[in-house]
């Protein structure tokens, strides 16, 4: 009697049956398999390289490859996808020596011949290049092209988290797929338009921002995902484009609202040119970062002009500054300013609610010239947070008591602001100036938070590929 429920009933008892109860309940009777199989295939997680104990949870995902190639309809129902390779570091220099799936299996790829053969079929109608390399690769059982036919798939996907390993501008399979789908005529390549894609967590060339690899190509790796014409939210991890990053025609992405880079070695004439094609932008997280062997520095005007492109839409603004080296610094390296003029007045950023941005590119780097962080910030935010992170400069000139006089008068009159946070290179400012800057925000009605500034990687991961870091 139980299974003549309506099926409406159902999805709602099943939506709170955890996955492994799924999974035993898809085999009871052909109604519950009918019932529960959509929601077995909605999010695919599959990890590479993690401890045993938790890559032994991992699904196979060759064989779910095999199942999309025998039942295509089964790829509708993926609509969150998750792949990460914690393989990735290995194979920067080496993309080859990518682990082979079919090795990992212990009984070879499972595919029978006529399932290779449509999948090598997939690669022929979607005219993927080299088609040698990606024959090659496939019946290597590569790992990166198993997943790019996959997502070759995914018409419905609506959100994707990817990271995998030997993605350089020689071999960019899994961008490619990106770039077939959305830059030419997709239904005759057999390419989904990626129309429901709303969300996408992509690492193109690692996670450390002082790792870098020369190989990493803008328009083969991250174009394309700015054609994907209902992205909502974009998180990339991606190190050192080389402008002009739109070589040819600037997308327009009105659809995008929440841009993130992590891990990211951008610096504002980049931003200002990705900026350009994202007008509805109400979210930006951006690392900024110089190479100071090359007096490299941050030029606040041409910062500012970037960032007037969104000034009517974004509500939440985070900017760092960071410094790196890429190679032995020089002794008179911290004896110029590392940041040059300020932001200038933000009132125009009208709808501006949280705000994290270093003093100096706010107030300039002397603070015998510096503005009142009353002159310069939007009268509607409700939470700032002030970076101190420019300490290991010796012309660096911002005392605790500048800092403090900076930030009492601007608290005195910050009627609607609800948490103030100071960001330091150590977590503690000193006793005295930790209980002033308390009994101010105390005062004011503000939470205060005094927090380090995290550091710029793990501390000993992939520790032999960081350049000197200051």
Excluded at 94 to 108: A, E, F, T
Excluded at 416 to 424: G, H, N, P
Aim: glycine share 4%.
């Amino acid at each position: 009697m139980w299974t003549h429920l309506p099926v409406e009933l159902w999805d709602l008892i099943l939506h709170h049956v955890a996955q492994k109860d799924l999974a035993t309940l898809n085999s009871v009777c052909e109604t519950l398999h009918i019932l529960t199989e959509p929601l077995l295939y909605a999010e695919i997680r599959w990890t590479e390289g993690e401890p045993s104990e938790v890559s032994q949870r991992s699904p196979r995902i060759h064989l779910l490859l095999r199942s999309i190639l025998n039942r295509p309809e089964l790829a509708f129902h993926i609509k969150h996808a998750h792949f990460r390779s914690y393989f990735v570091f290995m194979h920067w220099e080496q993309p080859n020596l990518i682990p082979s799936l079919w090795q990992d299996d212990g009984v070879g790829s499972g595919f029978t011949p006529k399932e290779m053969a449509t999948a090598e079929g997939l690669i022929e109608r979607a005219k993927l290049c080299p088609k040698k390399e990606w024959r090659e690769e496939l019946q290597r059982g590569a790992s990166d092209v198993i997943i790019a036919i996959l997502l070759s798939q995914l018409s419905k996907l609506e959100r994707l988290d990817l990271e995998v390993p030997g993605q350089t501008d020689e071999r960019p399979l899994v961008g490619s797929i990106f770039r077939q789908a959305l830059t030419s005529a997709p239904s005759a390549l057999g390419l989904p338009r990626f129309e429901s894609l709303k969300a996408v967590d992509v690492s193109v060339d690692g996670r450390n921002i002082y790792c870098f690899h020369p190989k990493i190509d803008f328009d083969t790796q991250v174009a394309s995902l700015f054609d994907l014409p209902a992205v909502e939210s974009l998180t990339i991890s991606w190190l050192a484009p080389e402008p002009p990053i739109w070589p040819g025609r600037q997308p327009i992405t009105p659809t995008l609202t929440t841009l993130i880079f992590k891990n990211s070695r951008l610096d504002e004439n980049i931003l200002g040119q990705l900026l350009a094609a994202t007008p509805n932008l109400k979210r930006l997280e951006c690392p900024l970062a110089y190479d100071v062997e090359i007096d490299e520095y941050c030029r606040c005007a041409k910062l500012r002009s970037a960032l007037e492109q969104i000034e009517t839409t974004i509500e939440s603004l985070t900017i760092s500054v960071k410094f790196w080296s890429s190679g032995e610094k020089d002794e008179t390296w911290g004896l110029y300013p590392g940041v040059v003029g300020s932001i200038g007045s933000m009132k125009e950023y009208t709808r501006l609610k949280h705000l994290e941005m270093p003093l100096v590119v706010l107030l300039g780097w002397y603070p015998d010239y510096a503005p009142w962080l009353w002159d310069v910030l939007p009268e509607q935010l409700e939470t700032i947070c002030c970076r101190d992170d420019m300490t290991i400069f010796e012309t660096y000139k911002w005392s605790r008591e500048e800092m403090l006089e900076e930030f009492t008068d601007y608290l005195s009159g910050a009627s609607v602001l609800k948490e103030f946070t100071l960001s330091l290179r150590e977590a503690r400012w000193g006793e005295r100036y930790d209980s002033e800057l308390r009994q101010v925000c105390e005062a004011a009605g503000v939470a205060c938070r005094i927090v380090a500034i995290k550091p710029p990687y793990e501390q000993g991961e992939n520790m032999n590929r960081l350049p000197r870091l200051i």
